[in-house]
T-cell receptor, first 118, second 110 residues
Framework: GAVVSQHPSWVICKSGTSVKIECRSL??????MFWYRQFPKQSLMLMAT?????????EQGVEKDKFLINHASLTLSTLTVTSAHPEDSSFYIC??????????????FGEGSRLTVL | GNSVTQMEGPVTLSEEAFLTINCTYTATGYPSLFWYVQYPGEGLQLLLKATKADDKGSNKGFEATYRKETTSFHLEKGSVQVSDSAVYFC?????????FGDGTTLTVKP
């Protein structure tokens, strides 16, 4: 199946710094990518839908200035957590859908990125 | 809005036991239904899917049937293995947007 890769897989940063997480579709093009946040023993919470070449669509309650999303190419979306604080510590997961597929097509998930803010 | 309700966990079984994880959904129209599996420290992997009523998805011994009349998509496996220990998520997709259940943690003991 298709591969989505996230980098870094884990990162530790100091409070107040910014952290960038990359999500790449390795063998397919993805017009749309999705960013989720997962708390321990909880489900995935959709944060935003990342659209190539346009602004991301954020879910209600997600601060767009806090979580900057850029989808500059058909194979790369980035999530930047700005001025990170300990409460931003979480497991962040991206997913992508093959642009050639339909809306019912398979979503491919990255391995996840664990952010710990000290 | 759309929602997915999964059987609460955790579920602990002995090896070779029969597994059922219940999943029901609420959605407008006709969503596609999915089961994903997440192993510790990893992202989600698609386990199986069904895109219309009465479809049966199957993979690695797991099965689930899309039941429109009961709005359910229960996951079953006849004989679980230790390697099946993971968190299982039921999900639906409608109009390109996915909604996930809360996940059910399965632990299989030898």
């Amino acid at each position: 199946g298709a591969v989505v890769s996230q980098h870094p897989s884990w990162v530790i940063c100091k409070s107040g710094t910014s952290v960038k997480i990359e999500c790449r579709s390795l063998d397919f093009q993805a017009t749309t990518m999705f960013w989720y946040r997962q708390f321990p023993k909880q489900s995935l919470m959709l944060m935003a839908t990342s659209n190539e070449g346009s602004k991301a669509t954020y879910e209600q309650g997600v601060e767009k200035d806090k979580f900057l999303i850029n989808h500059a190419s058909l194979t790369l979306s980035t999530l930047t957590v700005t001025s990170a604080h300990p409460e931003d510590s979480s497991f962040y997961i991206c997913s992508a859908r093959d642009s050639a597929g339909s809306n019912t097509g398979e979503l491919f998930f990255g391995e996840g990125s664990r952010l710990t803010v000290l | 809005g759309n929602s997915v309700t999964q059987m609460e966990g955790p579920v602990t079984l002995s090896e070779e036991a029969f597994l059922t994880i219940n999943c029901t959904y609420t959605a407008t129209g006709y969503p596609s239904l999915f089961w994903y599996v997440q192993y510790p420290g990893e992202g989600l992997q698609l386990l199986l899917k069904a895109t219309k009523a009465d479809d049966k998805g199957s993979n690695k011994g797991f099965e689930a049937t899309y039941r429109k009349e009961t709005t359910s998509f229960h996951l079953e496996k006849g004989s679980v293995q230790v390697s099946d220990s993971a968190v299982y998520f039921c999900a639906l997709r409608r109009a390109g947007k996915s909604t996930f259940g809360d996940g059910t943690t399965l632990t299989v003991k030898p």
